[in-house]
């Protein structure tokens, strides 16, 4: 097991404030987990001491991204003794956290959808508050803003201020926090999103491809210290964030026509090369002049065959785009076979 990374206190009791007036609808919370075995248990603590008196009937589903521990006998056994609204998905290997991520939500059968970390520094307590506020504004989504961020400066906080403000000047979704996983979906909106590779880090944006930004809210949550296990994420993951952010901008805009994309950037070098080599014919014609040494001639013959590259590789992305809306897609993770419950069973009901 992970030795505990940190000092802090355990958790504050939970007092969740669960709004009278929520309209009839089944919660599911997904919680994607990678070697947490110590965080199991008080997880499972916690979620019920937030939920247990929710008006609704909810599950939780808790997927195993193929930890190398004791996570998958915990949530087995966790399972067991909780009852079965505490689902287990089991990967068969490790397939990152947005994989494990769209196989919870893929399990997931309520029509408000959580997620969050396993980690125990999203606190559950502030679920309620946000599933009325989705429900109540007819919102698709209310992500969790972490505004007292219990992480270091300099490798966490710094970083991801940085991020913040460039994934919303790209994509236009003004959000604070895109990292916090405490997130709470309308179910209709969030399975219309597959998500695969990094992608995890971008669901707002992605949303926002499948609905407006206008039904896209953030809210203040509560973000403690971790107590056991250890982060698994570093510097590292900065540089990943630039490129994801380089894709998502280029999926948001040009997702439906790539041949715009790369065939503007080609006819714009094409033209460049073009008029190079236009210029040096005009001063072997003209002036009579040697051009057969010079670095211009093959830097217009480069342009151009570069562009008439970009133009061919837009008609081929083109070609790639109408084979992806026209066939059905791969799934990015693999899972243990499990027993399959019915609509109306494994639900918590309110007592």
């Not at 939780?60 to 399972?79: H, Q």
């Not at 947005?98 to 679920?127: C, F, K, S």
Request: hydrophobic content about 45%.
């Amino acid at each position: 097991m992970n030795t505990s990374a940190t000092t802090a206190q355990p958790l504050p009791p939970a007092t969740p404030e669960i709004p009278d007036d929520l309209p009839p609808h089944r919660l599911s919370l997904v919680v994607p987990m990678y070697n947490e075995a110590e965080n199991v248990a008080p997880l499972l603590e916690r979620v019920h001491q937030s939920l247990d008196g929710y008006p609704w009937p909810w599950e939780i589903v808790l997927v195993d991204d193929g930890s190398s521990d004791a996570t998958p006998a915990e949530l087995r056994r966790g399972a067991a003794e909780r009852g079965p609204h505490v689902r287990v998905v089991e990967l068969l290997r490790n397939f990152k956290q947005t994989a494990a991520m769209q196989a919870g939500i893929d399990a997931a059968r309520g029509d408000v959808v959580v997620t969050m970390d396993g980690d125990l520094q999203n606190d559950p307590v502030d679920i309620p508050r946000m599933v009325g506020r989705l429900l109540r504004e007819d919102l698709d989504l209310v992500a969790g803003w972490r505004k007292n961020r219990q992480d270091g400066l300099l490798l966490r906080k710094i970083p991801s201020r940085i991020a913040n403000r460039l994934i919303a000047r790209m994509t236009g979704v003004r959000l604070k926090d895109y990292g916090c996983s405490l997130k709470v979906f309308r179910g209709t909106a969030i399975k219309n999103v597959k998500l695969y590779g990094e992608m995890h880090r971008f669901i707002p944006a992605w949303l926002a491809t499948v609905t407006t930004p206008q039904r896209i809210a953030q809210e203040v949550v509560n973000h403690h210290p971790r107590v056991f296990g250890e982060s698994k994420y570093g510097i590292s993951r900065t540089f990943r964030v630039v490129l994801d952010l380089l894709f998502v901008y280029f999926f948001m805009r040009y997702r439906t026509r790539p041949g715009h994309f790369f065939g503007g950037i080609g006819i714009a070098i094409g033209t460049l090369g073009g008029l190079i080599l236009a210029y040096l014919m005009s001063l072997k014609l003209v002036l009579g002049e040697d051009i057969g040494t010079r670095p211009l001639l093959f830097g217009g013959f480069f342009l151009v065959i570069a562009g008439v590259q970009m133009v061919t590789s837009g008609v081929l992305a083109e070609l790639l785009t109408r084979v992806l809306f026209e066939s059905g897609a791969a799934q990015a993770y693999l899972v243990r076979p499990t027993e399959t419950l019915a609509a109306d069973e494994g639900w918590h009901e309110p007592a």
